[in-house]
């Protein structure tokens, strides 16, 4: 799925470089500003770990685009189908993996490094960028058919809910929550996992 279908809907920006539509804080009514802030162009992370974003909408079937790099040692991850019945949000939603996989540890681990369907799925080629360099990061979720993209190669191929990724959650630490990977449909979140992280051109449609 290379392309989207004739039905795409229009894109949708999310931080066009001086403003953010639609984000705000998980579970909070407003943007965490404690948190984030927009820097020449780039929303960053505000050391030391803050609160996660989450879109307003909510999303099924959608094409996400964005651009992120990590300060040395950074982390952080992409987010959908999200929920916020649980305390956290990677309680309940998926997370393309962004992270400094030369520093970490966790980039050691192929299902914890940069784009990988973080501790189920690790990313068939390894096109992460060196740290400092932007990465360019695209999900396409169509009638529960998942792709990541990473600067442009597929790396990530799901059938959400299907017999496959059910036997990885079931053998994971996610099998002990009750909410992880249930709902259809969901919020798209930004982690705020504590190391300078920088975002920018985030934009989505639905398909």
């Not at 600067?151 to 929550?177: H, P």
């Amino acid at each position: 799925m290379n392309g989207c279908s004739s039905n795409s809907g229009k894109w949708t920006v999310l931080f066009d470089g001086e403003k953010t539509y639609g984000l705000r804080g998980y579970k909070q009514a407003d943007f965490p500003w404690d948190s984030w802030a927009i820097e020449n162009g780039t929303l960053k992370t505000i050391p030391p770990q803050g609160v996660d974003l989450i879109t307003d909408e909510i999303y099924k079937n959608f094409e996400l685009e964005l651009e992120w790099k990590v300060s040395p040692a950074g982390n952080s991850g992409i987010f959908y189908f999200a929920t916020e019945e649980a305390d956290w949000i990677w309680q309940s939603a998926l997370e393309m993996q962004v992270l400094d996989d030369d520093s970490l540890q966790d980039g050691k681990l192929d299902m914890h490094s940069a784009g990988a369907l973080y501790d189920l799925i690790p990313p068939s080629a390894e096109v992460v960028k060196p740290v400092g360099e932007f990465n360019q990061a695209r999900i396409v979720v169509m009638e529960n058919h998942v792709e990541h993209w990473l600067n442009g190669t597929k790396i990530v191929e799901y059938e959400y809910g299907g017999e496959a990724l059910q036997k990885l959650i079931a053998g994971s630490k996610f099998n002990s929550m009750p909410h992880f990977a249930k709902a259809n449909e969901g919020h798209i979140g930004l982690q705020h996992h504590g190391e300078e992280v920088w975002y920018r051109n985030i934009r989505i449609r639905k398909l």
